[in-house]
């Protein structure tokens, strides 16, 4: 990873508990390996000591994020335009 961006710290750990979790800034989950209960406590660890939590997940066609940077976090709307709901009803490669 270090190749995409020098400037960033990759580092591999053979083990990270939830208190582990306290040590970051940001942690980032792909994958809900451990269960929805772990991630809603790694989550609640990560919140209450100021830490960013991130979990994507792409599940076929579909996919969804959560990002939990805490009390603070503000997402602020350039354009003001409301967004629009849809459903994707056909592919086709024709």
């Given amino acids: 990873m270090s190749q995409l961006n020098p400037y960033v710290k990759v580092s591999v750990?053979?083990?990270l508990s939830v208190e582990d979790h306290k040590k970051y800034s940001c942690v980032c989950y792909t994958e809900?390996?451990?269960?929805?209960?772990?991630?809603?406590?790694?989550?609640k660890v990560c919140h209450d000591n100021k830490v960013g939590f991130v979990l994507s997940e792409c599940l076929g066609v579909f996919g969804y994020a959560f990002v939990d940077?805490?009390?603070?976090?503000?997402?602020?709307?350039a354009d003001g335009i409301a967004t629009k709901p849809f459903i994707v009803s056909e592919i086709s490669n024709e």
Wanted: proline share 0%.
């Fill in 13 to 15: 750990i053979e083990s």
């Fill in 69 to 77: 940077y805490g009390e603070k976090h503000f997402v602020s709307d």
């Fill in 32 to 43: 809900n390996l451990n269960g929805h209960a772990n991630l809603v406590e790694v989550n």
